[in-house]
C-alpha cells in the first residue's frame, strides 16, 4: 500500500528501511524520502514505524 504519494514510499519500503538498520521515523524518513513534500503521509508513516520496530 502507498503511505507516500508524493514520493511512491509503500509500508513495504518503510519496513525495510527498518530491517536494513533505521531505527527511528528520523532515519526512515532521511532513508525513504517519506514526509518530505506536502508531510500528509506523516502520521501514517509514524504508526508504521513504530509498529514495526516494537514487532522486531
Ligand atoms: Fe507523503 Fe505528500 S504524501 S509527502
Redesign the pocket.
Known amino acids: 500500500m502507498y503511505?507516500?504519494?508524493?514520493?511512491g514510499?509503500t509500508d513495504g519500503h518503510i519496513r525495510d528501511a527498518i530491517y536494513e538498520g533505521c531505527c527511528s521515523y528520523r532515519e526512515v524518513r532521511v532513508a525513504t524520502g517519506?514526509?518530505?513534500?506536502?508531510?500528509?503521509?506523516?502520521c501514517t508513516?509514524k504508526q508504521i514505524v513504530r509498529e514495526t520496530i516494537s514487532d522486531l
Open positions: 503511505v507516500c504519494l508524493c514520493q514510499v517519506v514526509a518530505s513534500q506536502c508531510g500528509k503521509c506523516a508513516a
